[in-house]
């Protein structure tokens, strides 16, 4: 997510937090250091209302992580690697690098969030009943417990891209074996969750409750946007469906070698040719890829002497695919990058050519034109991302 930055890793998981996300932390400190703490705990100063609502918030950011790091250590236990978590303003995703590849997994994966955060609220909740009435803990762990019970709920709402909407494509997907069909129908339950959450904003803002209207109807421009996102990408999979990298990339037309310069890269290459990102070779061989964001690290005065071997994102430490690996399985690998190619290379390492996204535009066009049907294959994989 761009404008994150890593705050650490648990469990070698990336954890990442959003500069949206801080925005949230002083709106939800403000809301509770003059709205919940003083109702409760009437007669305390200013400071210490300030102070709770603080905790609180970063507290009830903490469950957050916790909910998300359920989904990828489980995730992780049914060998589905896990990048990193990330904190945003609308609460955490994890960014998982695949999907799950059974229904029973996705259930698995998906229902792990919302219980946790439940048990999280109840456990919340009986620590504060047992414990002696310490009234700023009290208060601290009620709104703790109610609030992460609400949330595991607000979850188990059964539209995608919310966990229950994960949940019931499972269970449709193991029901019929068919990921689409379970993918369509909980998308479309998503847009109408994601619809109405607009409307009860509306409703709320001409009720006189603006911000939280607005803000209910922001969440629900949020979720309509990835239901509809997801229904993309499951049309998208079911056309490439059995189409491997190796029949969709084109040559690498346009090479650079590591030791030009910028400057001969920009004007010999990318200018001429339209190229935004290019494959480089050293003695024939791929050594890396270089695109417009690598370019963009040097001040133009220093393109006449900084090499495209020392600017360029070097083969170890970039995403190849294979000729023979599913298409279905490289998309996600082009996604949030500005890189818009992939390099194929084969098991020696040399460049056969590139996967692009044009070209894959290209190849939808052709597919369409030519009325070439998809081949059909039970339950395949699928890329979407998960959100909760
Ligand atoms: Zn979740």
Do not use: C
């Not at 109807?217 to 049309?235: E, K, P, V």
């Not at 029949?247 to 001969?264: C, D, F, G, K, S």
């Amino acid at each position: 997510m761009p404008g994150s930055f890593s705050i650490g890793r648990i469990g070698g998981i990336r954890i990442e937090i959003n500069a949206s996300w801080l925005i949230i932390l002083v709106l939800l400190t403000i809301s509770l250091a003059t709205s919940w703490f003083p109702t409760t705990i009437p007669g305390l100063r200013t400071t210490a209302y300030i102070g709770l609502g603080f905790v609180a918030s970063i507290l009830l950011f903490v469950s957050v992580l916790l909910h998300e790091l359920a989904h990828s250590l489980v995730a992780r236990a049914k060998g589905l690697p896990v990048n990193s978590i990330t904190l945003f303003i609308f609460g955490g995703v994890s960014n998982l690098e695949q999907e799950p590849r059974t229904a029973g997994a996705e259930f698995q994966l998906s229902i792990v969030g919302p219980l946790v955060s439940i048990i999280i609220g109840i456990v919340s909740l009986l620590i504060a009943a047992v414990l002696p009435g310490i009234r700023a803990l009290d208060a601290l762990l009620s709104y703790l417990g109610v609030t992460n019970i609400l949330l595991g709920i607000f979850n188990l709402i059964p539209g995608f891209p919310l966990d229950g909407g994960r949940v019931l494509r499972s269970i449709i997907w193991g029901a019929t074996g068919n990921l689409r069909a379970a993918t369509q129908a909980s998308t479309i339950i998503g847009q109408i969750v994601a619809y109405l959450f607009i409307l009860a904003g509306i409703l709320e803002v001409f009720g006189g409750n603006i911000f939280g209207g607005i803000w209910i109807g922001f969440i629900g421009w949020f979720l309509l946007n990835a239901a509809r996102t997801a229904n993309m990408q499951s049309m998208l999979e079911g056309m490439f469906r059995g189409v491997t990298v190796g029949q969709a990339m084109q040559p690498a037309y346009a090479t650079v070698e590591a030791n030009r310069t910028l400057e001969q890269l920009v004007d010999g290459v990318l200018l001429p040719t339209g190229a935004r990102t290019v494959p480089v070779t050293q003695m024939g061989r791929f050594a890396g890829i270089i695109s417009l964001a690598e370019i963009r690290h040097y001040p133009r005065d220093q393109w006449n002497q900084v090499t495209v071997g020392q600017a360029m994102v070097p083969a170890d430490q970039l995403r190849a695919v294979a000729p023979g690996q599913s298409l279905n399985d490289a998309l996600p690998l082009m996604v949030g990058h500005e890189r818009d190619i992939l390099p194929v290379v084969d098991l020696d390492g040399q460049l056969l050519g590139i996967l692009s996204r044009d070209g894959i535009v290209h190849l939808i066009e052709i597919r369409r034109g030519l009325n070439i049907p998809h081949p059909a294959r039970a339950g395949g994989d699928q890329q979407l991302p998960h959100a909760s």
